[in-house]
């Protein structure tokens, strides 16, 4: 943890106190630019090394024109971590859930983590909000999504990663999984025309109709948009916290502020771990109660 | 004035944006400790069922905090307007 601390320090050491008006046109950046850019998606990755020397990858440009338009698949620095913490998630799946030779059940430390997590979802979250059945059926979505979350975070906060989480376009595509999922549940159990139109309440007098659709409809877009904001603005929020506090003794210039900041820094981190675990939560339970109400015929 | 307005404009962002992120804040704590009010009066007179409230707590808290993000992300826009 230490090390994560030392390592943003590392970064915000090539921003000494400079008033943050100054532009970008000099040779060092203001704290705020430094910020962002530890924050921001780009093509290159940085390993700055404590002893000196300062590593750099950057991926190739891929576009692809597509009649006047460009498609950018072109890798960058979330989509790299977000495939690490994706083949971690795997490698420790795997070894969590195989079972060694002559024994009938998997066993081990890996194996009882993972299992508690499992279990914890299926029972806390998916059971408990959606039903016996319906939270059966869709555990293996919610824990799919769980672990991603909670793995993206974990290795954001490692040093010289960045979080996947903390890109909008990945949360904003999570959330649309959930949003596509909440309106399959929905109509297979109440059938395509039943769920749109049990989508405004019955009983409501029909003058009430203008009102009721839009806003209906309105509800139906915003519990997304709510999900991939909300993850979002976990992940950066922590991530700047923790960068502007320890930039604190670079913009006033003086290390007597040192203390104060990596304590306070040191704090935030830890807030920050437990952060990943309820938003990790969150999300999973806010998919499980949608999906859920989606699919009740009880409105 | 005239040569002073985008700059009285840039300053009126960054005001908006300030006051407005104050306001979301206010908002949203005051929402979130009621919350927890209620909930620790729940949890003290029925023990029982405390799992139950922490979880409907949390998922309220989160909906209470998705409302605040959005007005924040509004105030960032605000923010880094140029």
Redo the contacts between chains.
Sequence with gaps: MSAALIALALQLAAAPGSPPAESSSGEHKSLVEVVMDHIADSRTIELQTPWGPKYELTFPEWKIPIGARVLDISITKHVFWMWVSSLLLLAVVLVGTSRRKGESVPAGPTNNIIETFVLFVRDDIAVRNMGEHLGQEFTPYLCTIFFFILFCGLVGVLPFTATATGNIAVTASLALCTFVLTQFAGMRSQGVVGYWAHLVPPGIPWWLYPLMIPAELLGLVTKPFALTIRLFANMVAGHVVILFLLGMVFVLGTTLVAPVGVLFALGIYLLELLVIFIQAYIFTILSAVFIGMAASHAH | MHESQPLWNLAMAYFGAGVGAGLAIIGAGIGIGLLANGAMQGIGRQPAAAGNIQ?LT??TA??V???C??A??VCIILATKT
């Design positions: 979880t949390l998922i989160a909906l905090e998705g409302v993000f959005f924040l992300i």
